[in-house]
């Protein structure tokens, strides 16, 4: 029995804890911040029972990732990028809106959203390219070209409905240059002109966002928000301009709320200008550090969307500073121990895809605890492994099978390399004494 279990849980050790404590702390705080949902659907249990049943579907995809081997995941690269690329021109035609974004596709009753596949192809993409391109020196001075060359079009298509997803992917790619030994003068200048892009982007959805929409925004954002589930979403008869440039105004008023410095006293303000990120700081100073407790959350019944791009702010409601800095502290230990494992393999690609993969995760989730205590404007950017989501909790245990993975063939050729060694020391002993 016990090596049954065993060979489930092969790989490191400690990413197994992490990946396990993670989804401990999501089931326990996704039931406490899904009130909105248990209400909407008649159900106390029905959030939860869905939660569950992804995190198991997802644990068991971790588990075939595990089981493996890292050539085929070369080999899914094409396939993966071909895939994405449809999915994303089909999503951006005809998808499922939620929250005025077209993002998810249905397929037989099932919520797919082609940003997160898009994700995880660009990495496995990018780590490929660096490691087929590795010089005595460093990085072949092609190889920024061919990674830009690859996921530009793909950035592009998820920048037109995500624009946070975007940026993500784009430093990702930017670290995982920097990790691939690309060349700092090439990354440099790539950074200063990605700047000036940015620059230009948001000067014109400063000047063109549709006033008008940010208006009606506001006037309907409770509304909007209170459907929170995603999991039932509607299709959009916009036309194509439309699809793309509708979403200058929602842009334009998050850029504006962010970075509007001026304090406003707390009767004068406006929840329902600002209703997520006024729930939220209600929520963190309602913790009173030490927290309320699981399942005590008051604001869980009045933050948007508490149980996805929010959690965090409910964590530190309900577990306080302590729970916060735990959650943290887990996201930094699966970042470090993923640089241990690439550390020891002795191929580039497998080093470079969990890097890649990991910086994911730990970036993504960055960005959400980053909106939530205020410090970043709202992306909707969920945290990995901890909020509800459907095709974002899955794609981010494949994540944790496939760094598993790589960890099982690094432990093997670091055991047999030291064995060589072993054996090596033995015969010169045997030399020396005779």
């Known amino acids: 029995m016990e090596k049954k279990i065993g060979n489930i849980f092969k790989g490191d050790k400690v990413i197994w804890m992490v990946f396990f404590f993670l989804c401990i702390i999501s089931i326990i705080e996704v039931f406490s911040s899904s009130s909105t949902l248990s209400y909407k659907s008649e159900n106390y249990w029905a959030p939860i029972i869905k939660h569950g049943g992804t995190i198991i579907f997802g644990f068991v995809m971790a588990v075939a990732m595990l089981n493996t081997d890292c050539r085929y995941f070369k080999l899914a690269t094409l396939p993966l990028l071909g895939l994405s690329f449809i999915l994303l021109l089909y999503v951006l035609v005809a998808g499922g809106s939620t929250n005025d974004a077209a993002r998810w596709i249905n397929f037989l009753g099932i919520q797919f959203q082609p940003s997160e596949m898009a994700k995880m192809a660009l990495v496995f993409a990018a780590a490929q390219i660096l490691s087929a391109l590795q010089t005595p ?12 060359s690859t996921s530009s079009i793909f950035i592009l298509l998820i920048a037109l409905e995500n624009m946070s997803t975007a940026v993500l992917i784009c430093i990702v790619l930017v670290l995982m240059m920097f990790v691939g030994n690309v060349s700092i003068r090439q990354i440099g200048k790539l950074i200063g002109r990605v700047l000036l892009v940015v620059v230009v982007f948001v000067a014109a959805v400063m000047i063109f966002g549709n006033d008008k929409e940010e208006l009606n925004e506001k006037q309907n954002l409770t509304e909007q928000y209170q459907k929170v589930d995603a999991d039932k979403t509607e299709t959009s008869d916009k036309g194509f301009v439309a699809k793309v440039f509708h979403r200058f105004g929602t842009w334009k008023g998050r850029i504006k709320r962010f970075f509007n410095n001026v304090e406003v006293p707390p009767e004068k303000y406006d929840l329902a200008d600002n209703l997520q990120v006024g729930h939220a700081n209600i929520a963190i100073a309602s913790s009173n550090i030490v927290g309320v407790g699981p399942g005590n959350s008051v604001e869980r019944d009045f933050l948007p969307q508490a149980f996805s791009d929010f959690i965090y702010a409910i964590i530190i409601e309900e577990m306080g500073i302590w729970g916060a800095a735990l959650v943290a502290f887990l996201y930094i230990v699966l970042f470090f121990r993923t640089g241990r494992i690439a550390s020891r393999c ?37 945290l990995p492994l901890i909020s509800k989501g459907g095709s974002a909790t899955v794609f981010s245990s494949i994540y944790i099978g496939v760094i598993l993975s790589v960890s099982r063939s690094a432990k093997r050729k670091v055991s047999s390399v030291h064995n060589e060694s072993l054996n090596t020391e033995k015969e010169a002993s045997k030399k020396y004494a005779e």
Do not use: E
């Open 137 to 148: 020196t460093g990085a072949d001075k092609d190889t920024m070209k061919f990674i830009l």
């Open 346 to 382: 002795q191929n580039y690609f497998p080093a470079f895809l969990i890097m890649g993969l990991a910086m994911l995760m730990v970036i993504q989730a960055l960005f959400n605890m980053m909106v939530a205590v205020g410090l970043a404007p709202v992306t909707g950017q969920p």
